[in-house]
């Protein structure tokens, strides 16, 4: 490699533009670190909070309460069953007895 390729700031190995990127990205790690990992256990913990929200809506027709969004949530079962386990014991049952059980 010549020493003209090895200098190319394309490429972003060396020169003002390689230099200007690898501050770029140093600011963004530094904004991830100081404004967002204060926050990131809260912003687990709602979003964790809407899922059960929404799982719970969804699974209405189990529990025996009619579901006006029944329809339209019908192709979202089969991914809310994936974490189906992990749902019911965040809701303090060790067993999920309804119906297509998980444990």
């Known amino acids: 490699m010549t020493d003209a390729a090895a200098q190319d700031p ?4 060396a020169g003002p533009l390689g230099r200007v990127r690898a ?15 204060r926050w ?3 912003l687990r913990r ?3 909070d809407q899922q059960d929200t929404l799982r719970a809506l969804m699974l209405l027709d ?3 309460v009619d579901s006006p969004v ?7 079962v089969p991914f809310v ?6 749902w019911h014991r965040r809701m303090g049952r060790d067993e999920y007895d309804g119906p ?3 444990c």
């Open 46 to 48: 709602e979003a964790r």
């Open 23 to 37: 501050g770029l990205r140093a600011a963004a790690d530094f904004h991830e670190a100081w404004f967002t990992a």
């Open 100 to 102: 297509g059980g998980c």
């Open 62 to 64: 189990t529990l025996g």
């Open 40 to 42: 990131r256990s809260a």
């Open 70 to 76: 029944a329809y339209e949530t019908l192709e979202l």
């Open 81 to 86: 069953l994936a974490d189906l386990h992990d």
């Open 10 to 13: 394309r490429r972003g190995r």
